[in-house]
């Protein structure tokens, strides 16, 4: 079945460098790629999205990039803040599933100061 | 603010129990959904409704079960409670399919322990 895989599952970065997750997935219909963030004992909020018709988008400090062909989308944090540090989940549409996602399995980013 | 919520917040039980987590939204939206969270695996889709007379089962559906009384409403069932269904259960909601029904908005999660 349908499959998001997130790398890497932990990220350590200095305040002010820049940070990159990446996912893959295996449906190559899936047409929506959105990004959460969840802060400690919060719920996930939605950061940024993309989709399949478009292969970079920019929202001040974070961006997605998505190459259709190779089947994998980045987040891209630049100018990190301690504020930044959470867990990130990537995702997918559940293929035959209309909008339901499948999740990649986080990414919990540090931002140190 | 337009909103999703989710009673109860926190919920002990013990194995065998029948237990019920409730979901309600003021979004208007059609569509919603039931994930769990665990450390690790990320979030797991697991039963999933378009509207009142459609559900269907997500990744994990197996010893859970799902009513969608109203549009409103989404109602996750686990008839008989085991210890590995222990887990951060959240509900989410999005609008209609196309552009605007694929951001999913989620509520603030029910920590389940089963004992």
């Known amino acids: 079945g349908e499959n998001v895989e997130q790398h890497p599952s932990t990220l350590s970065v200095q305040e002010g460098d820049s940070a990159v997750i990446k996912c893959t997935y295996s449906d190559s219909a899936s047409n929506y790629f959105p990004w959460y963030k969840q802060e400690l004992g919060k719920r996930p909020q939605l950061i940024i999205d993309?989709?399949?018709?478009?292969g970079e988008k920019k929202d001040q400090r974070i961006a997605v990039t998505l190459n259709k062909t190779a089947k994998h989308f980045s987040l891209h944090i630049t100018e990190t803040q301690p504020e930044d540090s959470a867990v990130y989940f990537c995702a997918a549409i559940l293929a035959g599933a209309g909008t339901a996602l499948i999740f990649g399995k986080g990414t919990t980013l540090s931002v140190s100061s | 603010d337009a909103d999703v919520t989710q009673t109860p917040r926190n919920r002990i039980t013990k194995t065998g129990k029948r237990i019920m987590l409730e979901c309600s939204q003021t979004k208007g939206h059609d569509r919603m959904y039931w994930y769990r969270q665990d450390p690790g695996l990320g979030l797991r889709l697991i039963y999933y409704s378009f509207d009142v007379k459609d559900i269907n089962k997500g990744e994990i559906s197996d010893g859970y079960s799902v009513s969608r009384q109203a549009q409103a409403k989404f109602s996750l069932s686990l008839e008989s409670a085991i210890p590995n269904q222990t887990a951060l259960y959240f509900c989410?909601?999005?609008?209609?399919?196309?552009?605007?029904?694929?951001?999913?908005?989620f509520g603030p999660g029910t920590r389940l322990t089963v004992l």
């Open positions: 993309i989709r399949s018709n478009v």
């Open positions: 989410a909601t999005s609008d209609t399919g196309g552009g605007r029904g694929n951001k999913q908005f």
